[in-house]
């Protein structure tokens, strides 16, 4: 079942976090596709060419998406990338980008160390992150009878509904986004409430 609503970030943020002279500089920001998170990542590793390690971790849609994906840039395999992505697997989080520029202070931390160090500065970046709810919607045109306006509008005003506009011609015209949880319920009371008379088409969109 696909997540409806989730929270997504509304900007960018930055932490820094140092352990044994190694500096982690940690930076969120949102991202709705691969491309948008991967143009980001590629920002950063031009803002930070000394760098040792960029290491990075996406959730490009809804939280249970499949678009996602990390690396470990470089560090031992399954000590940045991975730690890095449960993090935001278990945030809660969508449409979202996290990378970690690491300057190396000369001292090895070890698999464990490293796994931490890589968890504890995505938590910390996560902490300060302002968000806003992304509501996944469906677009609905409606056409139908005048006799059944009333009993349309009372309709969507008990649903998560926003956008609504109508044309009044001929027949009244409506459109309105739907929150995705409550679609299914909304077109067959519509039909219900129209007696069958009502023309209905949809297409999924993303509001926040």
Sequence with gaps: MTISSYPVPTQTAQSELEIKRSKFLTFAAHADSRDTAEAFIRGLRMQHPQANHVCWAYIAGAPDTTVRSMSDDGEPSGTA????????????????????????????????????????????????????????????????????????????????????????????????????????????????VTAGTIILLDNKISCK
Aim: charged share 20%; glycine share 8%; hydrophobic share 45%.
């Design 81 to 192: 990338g991975m730690p890095m992505l449960k993090v935001l697997q278990h945030s809660g989080l969508g449409d979202i980008v996290v990378a970690v520029v690491r300057y190396f202070g000369g001292t090895k931390l070890g698999t464990g160390g490293l796994q931490r160090a890589y968890t504890d500065a995505v938590v910390r970046v996560l902490a300060d992150l302002p968000t806003v709810i992304k509501v996944s919607r469906t677009l609905l045109s409606l056409i139908y009878d005048y006799a059944h306006d009333d009993g349309v509008k009372r309709l969507l005003a008990r649903y998560d509904v926003a956008d609504v506009k109508a044309d009044y011609g001929e027949q009244v015209k409506v459109s309105a986004a739907v929150s995705n949880s409550d679609i299914n319920a909304v077109k067959a009371e519509l039909v219900n």
